[in-house]
């Protein structure tokens, strides 16, 4: 049986976050939490080990526990996505410093990823979300979302610990239409050891306000949105405005009916296969540029455009000092030396897309 070493890190209100890693990949993908998590478990749980097997065999894959679930810190007052971003911030500083990463948002995780995307754009290489939609219930304003949402929450107020089933076959039923025996038994007995109905509760009230829609034009990194064709849990409309909202985003309808992703589903095969060619794509098309910061490859446009250090540092309301740092950089990670030699190569690398 898989076990991952799991270790810790604070967040910026000091809440403990349990997170681990697993797979040897060249790239380092982080994925965000999504929902009642508990990463101790997750090799075991049918709803999410097929899933991190095959993301294992391709990328060094970072998980991590939400705050109130898991192996993180328990009796969490604070939830909500300003929580949640720095909680996505804390772990990515530790477990993935340095190189940017691919992100992958999966259902509630989406904001929070794209959120952090839009904040730190020299972080993340490519940008994945799936199954995910711009807000939350009570957010969206439409009312029978904002009552089934209330009247669910209120039902796992009341017996998410219980003997009676309902709470949480209610909260299974939302992610897989068709739970097979063995899923289905999964949810009822390992829910309220992931989270106690506190942590619970006071989770789903706060994902039910989440709200990324002023932060999707901010997004810089290459997007790609995938959502289930017949997805009752987060529907398809809600995939397509995310990625209507996104600077360059491609969406893709996957077939199937299931809010979490199965391997038996049809679309399971096809997802790995649109994200395998969605990186290998936006890295060609970048090029000898690929390893620049966002920050970084705006500092080269401004030296191919003949800007000044002082120039590119006025117009980008930053030092002088920054420039010339991003600058020595960018002839680093690109083995030129001069400014000359560096817009030279970034010409070529734009005239080879161009063709």
Sequence with gaps: MQQDRIRYTRSADGVELAWTVSGAGPKTLVLAPNHITDIKRDWQDPLRRDLLRRLSADFRVVRYDHRGCGSSQRNVARQGQAAWLEDLEAVLAQAAPGDPVVLMGVSQSGPVAAAYAARH?????????????????????????????????????????????????????????????????????????????????????????????????????????????????????????????????????????????????????????????????????????????????????????????????LTREISVKTVRNHLSAIFDKLSVNSRTQAAMLATQAQRATAA
């Design 121 to 313: 754009p020299n972080r993340v290489s490519h940008l994945i979300l799936y199954g995910a939609a711009v807000c939350g219930a009570k957010a969206s304003g439409i009312p029978d979302i904002v009552a089934r949402d209330a009247a669910t929450v209120e039902l796992m107020r009341l017996g998410w610990g219980g003997a009676f089933p309902g709470p949480r076959g209610l909260f299974m039923a939302g992610l897989v239409l068709d739970a097979t025996p063995e899923e289905a038994a999964w949810g009822e007995k390992h829910l309220p050891l992931a989270a106690n109905v506190e942590d619970a509760v006071r989770f789903s009230r706060a994902d039910a306000e989440s709200d990324v829609r002023d932060l999707l034009a901010q997004i810089k990194a290459p997007t790609l949105v995938l959502h289930t064709a017949d997805d009752t849990g987060c529907l398809p409309e809600w995939g397509r405005m995310l990625a209507a909202g996104i600077p360059g985003a491609q969406y893709i309808e996957l077939p199937g009916r299931n809010h979490i992703l199965l391997a038996r589903d049809p679309g399971f095969e096809p997802f790995f296969a649109h994200m395998r060619e969605f990186i290998a794509e936006t890295e060609a098309e970048i090029g000898p540029l690929s390893g620049l910061s966002a920050r970084e490859r705006d500092i080269l446009d401004g030296v191919c455009a003949g800007l000044s250090n002082e120039a590119i540092a």
